[in-house]
């Protein structure tokens, strides 16, 4: 079955630095997310992408992010200065379509990529 | 706005007991309403959603428009289906909401 890959699994930081998680998604899916999950908190959305550019965003997705499609299979999400409470689980998730038949609005997720702010 | 309520944060039954796990939303349009599920350690996978009427792993939902909920049910429970559910609702399909989560626990 395809799936959603996430890399890196874990990853550590310090506060200001810049981090990129990777994401491949399922190769015939059109829409593409990001959501978060801070420790403990509900998953939150951060931005949905669609035929190259961002389609939604949060409140939450501020100037210290962005989102990528560099190669036509890879989705990156950017967080240019890294603060303490990005610290969460970041979820990639795509779609292929939307409406009502069968598949179509359903998120396939990926395993998600830890980030840890020091 | 808050659209996915879920009240719950725990909660416990013994194997073979019915479990129901609420699910409020608001939006005032037709949304789609799905369950997903997250099992120890595993990446969230969709449970159902309720354009398909279907039951999957012994569990049903069903949208009840007037009470504006979508709880989920099971008559009876086991061991393997403690995991961590979340309700979630689309209004485009462009994005998701999700409710805060209820972590089951199934006693042996």
């Known amino acids: 079955e395809p799936e959603v890959t996430q890399t890196p699994s874990h990853q550590v930081t310090q506060m200001g630095q810049e981090v990129i998680l990777r994401c491949v998604p399922i190769?015939?899916?059109?829409?593409f997310y990001w959501y978060r999950q801070i420790l403990g908190q509900k998953v939150e959305f951060l931005v949905s992408?669609?035929?190259?550019?961002?389609?939604?965003k949060s409140e939450i997705f501020d100037d210290q992010f962005s989102v990528e499609r560099p190669d036509g299979s890879n989705f990156t999400l950017k967080i240019r200065s890294t603060k303490l409470e990005d610290s969460a689980m970041y979820f990639c998730?795509?779609?292929?379509?939307?409406?009502?038949?069968?598949?179509?609005?359903?998120?396939?997720f990926g395993a998600g990529s830890r980030l840890t702010v020091l | 706005a808050q659209r996915v309520t879920q009240p719950e944060k725990l909660l416990s039954v013994f194997k073979g007991a019915p479990v129901e796990l609420k699910c409020n939303y608001s939006?005032?349009?037709?949304?789609?309403l799905f369950w997903y599920v997250q099992y120890s350690r595993q990446r969230l996978q969709l449970l159902l959603r309720?354009?398909s009427r279907e039951s999957i792993k012994g569990f049903t939902a069903d949208l009840n428009k007037g009470e504006t909920s979508f709880h989920l049910k099971k008559p009876f429970a086991q061991e393997e289906d403690s995991a961590m559910y979340y309700c979630?609702?689309?209004?485009?399909?462009?994005?998701?909401?999700f409710g805060t989560g209820t972590s089951l626990t199934v006693i042996p």
């Open positions: 979630a609702l689309t209004d485009t399909g462009n994005q998701f909401y």
């Open positions: 939006y005032s349009g037709s949304p789609e």
């Open positions: 998730a795509s779609k292929g379509d939307v409406g009502m038949s069968s598949g179509a609005n359903v998120l396939t």
């Open positions: 309720h354009i």
């Open positions: 992408f669609y035929n190259n550019e961002i389609s939604e």
């Open positions: 190769s015939n899916h059109l829409y």
